[in-house]
């Protein structure tokens, strides 16, 4: 049905105007009145089956990630059996309309938003499992006022498996960026986006769409160099784009990661001042590139068997049907073709090749997903599609099933406990908590609980019960029920904040008062309690948190009232403190509180403080606080806790009253407290489960 302005959707969404319609559905900007802010909600009215399973996919998907170059998915609900999809409004062009208006991009621009895309890819990518998102090209890709980028519409993406060909209903191709093995039921993967990213960036660099990868593969086309398009390309940025785009998927690069990573030397100083977008588009003559530096040749190209040509056959030209226009326009006349309706933006009308069988059986049909090397300062391949509404029989454990550790003083003497939790999720995307128990039972108030790496013991800090008369870090076994906690650290002043190596031998933690002073200071043990060191000399050090390769140990440092992110790294046994974001003294991620390592490697949730206020917070590790995302906005939500499929986000909030436990995904959606209790509940933390 069209939505007339001013209509309120669900009480909330009041529409404001259409930003485009396809065949499966339209896109309008709204005005949340909740919020106070402007919304894309996207409506699909298609009344086939399959069109409602995309739909429902694709909403899935997005709630679940949480990037700065992909839209985040707000809400999803169904209104007289149409489903309507909320997420955040994006305002600006498509790049294919940057094209078409304004030609060949600037060189430092492209490669900026390289980095930024290959950022975003790679994330889907390193997900478990993985997200392929399968239509990479410039109409899926917004250029906001900032000159930033977005990658949007996932209309056609799927979680990786290796045991399966690409399914009917989610196939979806188009000529020039789709590489040849998604034309038909071979298997897509990681190693498809990376070929579509590179036709994009082809693109952006020359104005001229990429000749198509099936033709190619067969010989009846080829790629034109990109130097004799856009002369001012260096060799070595046309060497690796061309490489990304071969046309097997085993002559292309690893991952995406180093498909990016390849870019980087060839673009020397280019990335160190952000390119200025406004300027470039205004005619300005940036400078001239680096001149190209020699690299290995691509793959010399193998001859293709003159037999394939004979079992290809006919090949038929289909057009594809009108897609809608995702999440808006930013003031440009949009001059594109009609839309396409395998996605959710305004897409250029394409010609689809239908293979026979035989032809399908000439691609690659086993070319395993590319090994992925994860690095610190880089985001590398994931892929994502948590599930928290899918149908399972029995309960739907949430956080892959594992048991929340926190504090409470709900027992009858009053005293603060560890109790554990585990949380399911209904169809409708309710709560419930399925089972509650008190751990501890021995005197003494417990705080900051921590699970071993293999989630089979627990730290907690409590009373030394000894001659120190302070607060030591204890040991529980959970696997010898009958044993008594261990007392580990048994050392002068108080120990908190306990947190355990992904390895399992060592725990960082923090103390108060061992050195005769006040300040809170960084300490390492190893599991066993023996050979304790302090890392912290002069400042105040506190609320440790590991990288999951363990290669850094990311803190919170107090100096002049400011309470700032460092590092520490292994490299040098976590001797030097180093700066999270050296650009200014605070930073953008403001005042920290309780930083938390995501178990997926990159993401670094934290408190933000701002006077009485708290609120959650998601940062990069990679780009070192240049972008960061707020999740909570109630300003009493603090102590986040990962779990450890890295899809759910369990804290502390007080916006009820009394402090409870929450939980949210990690997009910051379906925020609920499960404790509603009149006792203090805080300092979750979530049982890794492998």
Do not use: C
Request: proline content about 8%.
């Amino acid at each position: 049905m069209e939505l007339a302005p001013d209509y309120i959707l669900k009480d909330r969404y009041q529409i404001m105007r259409s930003l485009g319609h396809g065949g499966m559905g339209a896109v309008y900007l709204a005005h949340d009145t909740v919020l106070d802010h402007v919304v894309a909600v996207k409506f699909n009215h298609s009344p086939a089956e399959q069109a409602d399973q995309q739909f429902l996919q694709e909403a899935r998907l997005l709630a679940a990630l949480r990037h700065p170059t992909l839209p985040r998915v707000t809400d999803y609900f169904v209104d007289d059996a149409d489903q309507y999809l909320v997420m955040d409004y994006i305002p600006g062009d498509s790049l294919d309309v940057v094209l078409k208006e304004d030609g060949i991009q600037p060189f430092a621009m492209v490669m900026e938003w390289a980095q930024q895309l290959g950022s975003a890819v790679s994330y889907l990518h390193r997900q478990k499992p993985s997200v392929i998102h399968r239509d990479i090209k410039p109409a899926n890709i917004k250029l906001m006022p900032t000159g930033e980028v977005m990658l949007v519409d996932f209309g056609i993406a799927k979680v990786a498996d290796d045991t399966q060909a690409t399914t009917a209903g989610a196939q979806g191709f188009t000529p020039g960026y789709s590489p040849p093995e998604q034309y038909g039921g071979a298997h897509t993967g990681p190693f498809s986006d990376q070929y579509s990213l590179a036709a994009t960036l082809y693109q952006l660099l020359t104005n001229h769409q990429p000749e198509d990868g099936l033709q190619r593969l067969m010989g009846t086309a080829v790629l034109a160099p990109m130097k004799l398009l856009n002369s001012a390309v260096p060799e070595g940025i046309q060497t690796a784009i061309e490489r990304a785009m071969s046309p097997k998927p085993e002559d292309r690069f690893p991952d995406v990661d180093t498909f990016t990573q390849a870019l980087i030397p060839f673009i020397g100083q280019t990335l160190a001042v952000k390119p200025d977008y406004e300027r470039a588009k205004k005619g300005k003559k940036e400078a001239a590139p680096l001149p190209s530096t020699p690299e290995s040749p691509i793959p010399p190209k193998k001859k293709i068997p003159v037999w394939i040509f004979l079992v290809v056959g006919v090949v038929i030209l289909a057009l594809l049907a009108g897609g809608i226009a995702l999440l808006g326009g930013g003031g440009r006349k949009n001059t594109s073709a009609a839309p396409n309706e395998n996605t959710g933006n305004m897409l250029a009308t394409s010609v689809a090749a239908t293979l026979t069988k035989a032809a399908v059986a000439a691609l690659p049909q086993d070319t395993p997903a590319p090994v992925i090397t994860e690095t610190p300062q880089a985001i590398s391949p994931t892929e994502t599609l948590p599930a928290p509404t899918e149908k399972i029989t029995g309960p739907n454990l949430i956080g892959k099933g594992g048991y929340i550790a926190y504090i409470s003083n709900k027992s009858e003497d009053k005293l603060y406990q560890v109790w554990l939790m585990k949380v399911a999720m209904n169809d409708s995307g309710e709560f419930s908590v399925v089972e509650d128990r008190q751990l501890t039972q021995d005197p003494g108030n417990k705080s900051f609980p921590a699970w071993s790496p293999d989630g089979k013991k627990i730290l907690y800090s409590a009373p030394s019960g000894g001659a120190t008369l302070g607060i030591d870090i204890w040991m529980l076994d959970l696997e010898k029920s009958d044993s008594p906690a261990v007392n580990l650290s048994q050392q002068q002043g108080e120990d908190t904040e306990a947190a355990w190596s992904p390895d399992g031998k060592l725990i960082a933690f923090t103390n108060r008062g061992a050195n005769g002073n006040d300040l809170r200071q960084l300490y390492l043990m190893n599991s066993d309690g023996t050979n304790i060191q302090r890392l912290s000399r002069e400042y105040q050090e506190f609320s440790p948190t590991w990288s999951p390769d363990q290669l850094y140990i990311a803190y919170v440092i107090s100096a002049s009232s400011r309470f700032i992110m460092y590092f520490r790294t292994a490299a040098d046994d976590f001797a030097s403190p180093m700066k999270f974001d050296t650009r200014e003294v605070l930073g953008r991620l403001g005042d920290v509180e309780d930083p938390a390592w995501s178990p997926d490697g990159d993401q670094i949730a934290y408190t933000r403080m701002e006077g009485a206020s708290r609120r959650i917070y998601l940062t990069l590790f990679s780009d070192r606080g240049n972008r960061i995302s707020p999740l909570t906005q109630t300003g009493r939500d603090s102590e986040p806790a990962w779990s450890s499929d890295a899809q759910w986000i369990s804290f502390t909030s007080g916006r009820d009253g009394s402090p409870d436990i929450f939980v949210m995904n990690s997009a910051g959606n379906f925020q609920t407290n499960l404790t509603k209790s009149q006792a203090v509940e805080k300092m979750p933390a979530w049982q890794p489960v492998p």
